[in-house]
């Protein structure tokens, strides 16, 4: 749910910067036109000039209105981020049944079989969720190497092999 929302508020924030690039870049063009025709009006002989300055200063200035609602959405949107990372990792933690206790202080989990192990300080909870993981995957791998792959019996002739099979079956089933 937490992924839901937060997708939908970057997704209105991008639209809105999306929306402010538009202005800024109607603005330029505009500014673009207002200088180009202040430029004819020096250049020309006759000197008369129409009060462009407020219009420069105007287009100007929105031009970095549109810019800094541009810069100040990419700085939430990364907030955003970093915040929905830092949710997902203490919820990896509570979901691992970690804990952030205050004595001894900082992130701890009792593994099932009631050692305690220290994680991290309590603002630190991406490197806790990284040594939980690190924990977690130290604990399976032992399991997963005790059961050894089955050792091929050596090829005989026809007829033993219904026999080799039954050896077979016998010691898998011992192990």
Known sequence: MKKQTAATVTNAINDKSEEARK??????????KDLAQLEKELSSKKNEIEDPAFDLVHSAFEIFRHTQVMAENRKLTVQIDESLEKASFKDYLDS???RVLKKPEGWHWISPQGEMHYLGES???????????A?????????AKKAAPKKAAPKKEAAPKEESKQEEKSAAEKK
Do not use: V
């Open 23 to 32: 202005d800024a870049l109607f603005e330029i063009r505009s500014l673009r």
């Open 96 to 98: 691992k049944g970690a």
């Open 123 to 133: 603002n630190e909870t991406q490197a806790a969720a990284e040594k939980l993981e």
């Open 135 to 143: 924990l977690i995957s130290k604990r399976k791998n032992p399991a």
